[in-house]
């Protein structure tokens, strides 16, 4: 893997000159940015995947949607269609992506639209839609559009580490481009934090004055059958400790899951894909054949919320009908920062509240 790394760097060199003076162009003036009249919150990052962006829109349709019409905009990772699409009942992740089809599945009231022109699909959801409120999902290296709020994620774990560009490391763009940020949240912070902690993080982020910094966290919620055989073993007594599990994912980042589940599980066996993995039946086989090889009869198979979406597909589920499959979902908590300073909630409401 070192040398893979060091084999890549004259690439990843390239890249980043690619994108500095991209970025240059459009701080100068020479491309330009557009701004429009919808008020606008982007949340996105400066590495290739692994922040937690999901979970953070969420946060905030959880946090909106009670007062304001939403709409998502995603460029649909991954999906098998092209151009503007807005989804509806009958819509598959195939067609809008799994995360846009995750946001569809539990926010019914929110529209859910992809598009891998930014520009062409706001303008088509204030023409089409016009919601009060748009959120863009994973736009910060999207330069075109200018969002109203721009909210970078910063994965805890790596800030004040050596990183290094695509295709060598994971970012995306310099370090610098953090600046271009209104708000930073520094994700997947320990539950547990000290405001000694909070400082030292600060310190090495080194916001601008006009920056705000936040820390969130991963709450793990309780595990969601996924099918009829998951449903019959919810109904005796069930408890995580008392099973062995074999849990598969397809996401940048499996650590803290598999750290949790080792916490809450009587055993973990791991089935690791890459992020966004496209499901294929040899896959489902060999999780199947992990999960018959465990001897006992108190054993499920558990993934997370974003790979169940890939797992409702015609080639897919008849596999798994005979397996007990969980989920779990997550969402994101806040750490509370100094009491003399605003909150995030009330930071994005004041925002939405003014304009």
Not at 25 to 49: C, D, H, M, P
Not at 214 to 233: D, G, L, M, R, W
Not at 271 to 281: K, L, M
Request: net charge positive; proline share 5%.
């Amino acid at each position: 893997m070192f040398f893979l790394r060091v084999l890549l760097l004259p690439f990843a060199l390239l890249y980043g000159i690619v994108t500095k003076v991209r970025n240059i162009l459009f701080e100068t003036g020479v491309l330009k940015s557009r701004e429009y009249g919808t008020k606008s919150i982007s949340v996105g990052n400066i590495t290739a995947g692994g922040t937690g962006k999901s979970p953070h829109i969420e946060y905030l349709i959880r946090l909106l949607n009670p007062d304001n019409k939403l709409a998502t905009l995603s460029r649909g990772y991954l999906r098998k269609t092209k151009g503007y699409v807005v989804a509806e009942s009958k819509s598959t992740y195939a067609e809008i992506g799994d995360e846009p089809m995750q946001f569809h599945s539990k926010f019914e009231d929110v529209t859910v639209v992809v598009d891998e022109d930014r520009r062409r699909g706001i303008e088509n959801i204030e023409k089409d839609i016009q919601p009060n409120i748009i959120l863009l999902d994973d736009c910060y290296q999207h330069r075109w559009v200018k969002p109203q709020i721009n909210i970078l994620l910063l994965d805890h774990s790596t800030i004040g580490t050596k990183q290094f560009m695509l295709p060598s490391g994971e970012l995306r763009e310099w370090k610098s481009g953090t600046k271009r940020a209104d708000i930073i949240v520094v994700t997947k912070s320990p539950k547990l934090y000290s405001p000694i902690e909070h400082r030292r993080i600060s310190e090495l982020i080194k916001p601008l004055r006009s920056q705000k910094v936040f820390f969130s966290f991963i709450v793990y919620k309780v595990v969601k059958p996924f099918n009829e055989k998951a449903k019959a073993v919810m109904q005796d007594s069930f408890k995580l400790e008392n099973y062995k599990t074999v849990v598969f994912a397809g996401i940048a980042k499996i650590t803290p899951l598999i750290d949790y589940l080792k916490q809450e599980a009587k055993e973990v066996i791991v089935s690791e894909f890459n992020d966004h993995h496209n499901f294929q039946p040899v896959d489902i086989l060999r999780i199947i054949n992990q999960f018959k090889n465990i001897i006992s009869s108190q054993k499920i198979l558990i993934t997370t919320e974003k790979d169940a979406m890939r797992l409702k597909d015609d080639r897919l589920f008849p596999l798994l009908e005979e397996v007990p499959v969980f989920y779990l979902p997550i969402e994101i908590q806040f750490h509370k920062g100094p009491e003399e300073e605003p909150s995030f909630d009330e930071t994005i409401l004041t925002y939405v509240r003014a304009n």
